[in-house]
């Protein structure tokens, strides 16, 4: 009876060795494993390997579970049966049911949840030495497994492509929620994986905010304006603005100026300036990064599909769409957004939707839309007159200013502003959601 005992125990250890290793192998961090293994760490390329071959890992793990659990429990009610007859098969079936369930299942387990990195690196080598032993027979029931599947309808493919690692990295980086710096670090990671849906149409510089240099301007002329400017890469238009024949540096012009002794006479500006570099407004911001690499440019002219231009971009507004505004000693800060003490906010009507929507946690479409005042064109589908106010998508608008047909400030109250402005007595979400303008 000592020795059925301590076989039984020795058989719970090993259900306990087996549940502890499938929590802590399935559980383990891929991202960690995979960067133990490139510093030279074995035991994370064991885990790598092993968990590799998932049918092979849960063939193994489930073979040896239920042998161990199996033969426990039978021994068990042989045991007991000897003891108290016919009723040792049900007190047999409540004791093993009981130790397999606490100490064959939850405790392991558990203790692997919490554990799963260091368990993992531990149990790798033990567990791809099993598989290798139980191979002929994990292999055998595979076969029959699959047969099976294949008899029902069901794939044999893998799970692989079941879902695309982009959204896998999405889901993982929206599960660290946080504040400061994790909160800012998500967001850039989140712009990142968005490069490739944005397009340079979103992010460029409208040609009404472009500043451009007239090339037929005298030289001096140039140059004094060339200084004058915030920018180091300036277009040049001749005959129409939309004529651009060339990008001016302001270092190549100077170098060429000081060539001359300083003198700026018959300097021909075309001639030190680059070839304007034309791209296409629905270019993606990831392409256009990688244009931007393959050229060893940083700036080009942005036009439709009938050639127009539309504005510039630059590699800074790239990476700004990543990190955020990047501001020098030399840009021009125009306020675009202005908070208001009862929660709403001034907004000049070229701030785009993306910018509000990063920087204010707003949920606001900008698929048919680029501007916070494009967007009030496209729901009130008219042009809005001064005094004239809208509710669009939970959020109230109310119209400033308008310069001739563009809308240039708008207050834009969120829900949580209108109900506030509703609790005092104002004339805030206490509208209906229509887009019919209310006096």
């Known amino acids: 009876m000592?020795?059925?005992?301590?076989?039984?125990?020795?058989?719970?250890?090993?259900?306990?060795?087996?549940?502890?290793?499938?929590?802590?192998l399935t559980a383990a961090s891929r991202p960690l494993m995979h960067q133990l293994e490139q510093k030279g760490d074995k035991k994370a390329s064991t885990v790598n390997?092993?968990?590799?071959?998932?049918?092979?890992?849960?063939?193994?793990?489930?073979?040896?579970?239920?042998?161990?659990?199996?033969?426990?429990?039978?021994?068990?009610?042989?045991?007991?049966?000897?003891?108290?007859?016919?009723?040792?098969?049900?007190?047999?079936?409540?004791?093993?049911?009981?130790?397999?369930?606490?100490?064959?299942?939850?405790?392991?387990?558990?203790?692997?949840?919490?554990?799963?990195?260091?368990?993992?690196?531990?149990?790798?080598?033990?567990?791809?030495?099993?598989?290798?032993?139980?191979?002929?027979?994990?292999?055998?029931?595979?076969?029959?497994?699959?047969?099976?599947?294949?008899?029902?309808?069901?794939?044999?493919?893998?799970?692989?492509?079941?879902?695309?690692?982009?959204?896998?990295?999405?889901?993982?980086?929206?599960?660290?929620?946080?504040?400061?710096?994790?909160?800012?670090?998500?967001?850039?990671?989140?712009?990142?994986?968005?490069?490739?849906?944005?397009?340079?149409?979103?992010?460029?510089?409208?040609?009404?905010?472009?500043?451009?240099?007239?090339?037929?301007?005298?030289?001096?002329?140039?140059?004094?304006?060339?200084?004058?400017?915030?920018?180091?890469?300036?277009?040049?238009?001749?005959?129409?603005?939309?004529?651009i024949v060339g990008v001016v540096h302001a270092k190549a012009l100077l170098r060429a100026v000081q060539s001359r002794g300083g003198s700026t006479t018959g300097l021909d500006i075309v001639a030190h300036s680059a070839k304007p570099w034309f791209v296409p407004d629905t270019t993606s911001l990831l392409d256009q990064l990688q244009a931007f690499r393959r050229r060893r440019e940083h700036f080009a002219i942005v036009v439709d599909e009938y050639g127009s231009l539309m504005g510039i971009v630059t590699l800074e507004d790239v990476l700004e769409e990543i990190v955020g505004d990047i501001a020098d000693e030399h840009d021009i800060t125009v306020p675009g957004v202005v908070r208001q003490p009862d929660g709403s906010y001034v907004v000049q009507g070229t701030v785009t939707i993306r910018d509000l929507n990063r920087e204010l946690g707003w949920r606001l479409p900008d698929e048919e839309a680029v501007t916070i005042a494009g967007l009030l064109l496209h729901e009130a589908k008219r042009i809005p007159e001064v005094g004239q106010a809208f509710m669009f998508h939970g959020f109230r608008f109310d119209i400033l200013r308008r310069q001739r047909h563009q809308v240039t400030s708008v207050r834009v109250s969120p829900p949580e502003a209108g109900r506030k402005k509703a609790a005092a007595g104002g004339s805030g979400s206490d509208q209906p959601p229509s887009p019919e303008p209310s006096p």
């Not at 889901?171 to 490739?196: F, N, P, T, Y």
Request: hydrophobic share 50%; charged share 20%.
């Open 2 to 24: 000592i020795v059925t005992l301590c076989v039984i125990f020795g058989l719970l250890l090993c259900s306990a060795f087996f549940s502890a290793s499938e929590t802590a």
């Open 49 to 243: 390997r092993v968990r590799a071959r998932t049918d092979r890992l849960i063939g193994t793990i489930l073979l040896g579970n239920n042998l161990v659990n199996i033969g426990a429990s039978a021994l068990a009610t042989g045991a007991l049966i000897t003891l108290f007859g016919e009723a040792g098969v049900a007190y047999a079936t409540i004791a093993m049911t009981i130790l397999v369930l606490i100490f064959g299942e939850i405790l392991p387990k558990s203790y692997a949840f919490r554990h799963a990195n260091d368990l993992a690196l531990r149990v790798a080598k033990p567990i791809d030495i099993l598989a290798s032993l139980f191979a002929p027979v994990t292999k055998t029931i595979g076969f029959f497994v699959q047969g099976v599947l294949h008899l029902f309808g069901g794939s044999q493919q893998e799970r692989s492509g079941l879902w695309p690692s982009e959204e896998e990295l999405r889901g993982a980086i929206a599960l660290h929620e946080g504040e400061g710096d994790v909160k800012q670090e998500r967001a850039m990671l989140h712009s990142i994986l968005d490069l490739g849906r944005v397009t340079v149409g979103e992010v460029m510089i409208h040609r009404k905010n472009v500043i451009a240099i007239d090339a037929d301007q005298s030289p001096e002329a140039v140059v004094t304006e060339v200084l004058a400017s915030p920018y180091t890469r300036i277009p040049l238009w001749r005959g129409s603005p939309d004529n």
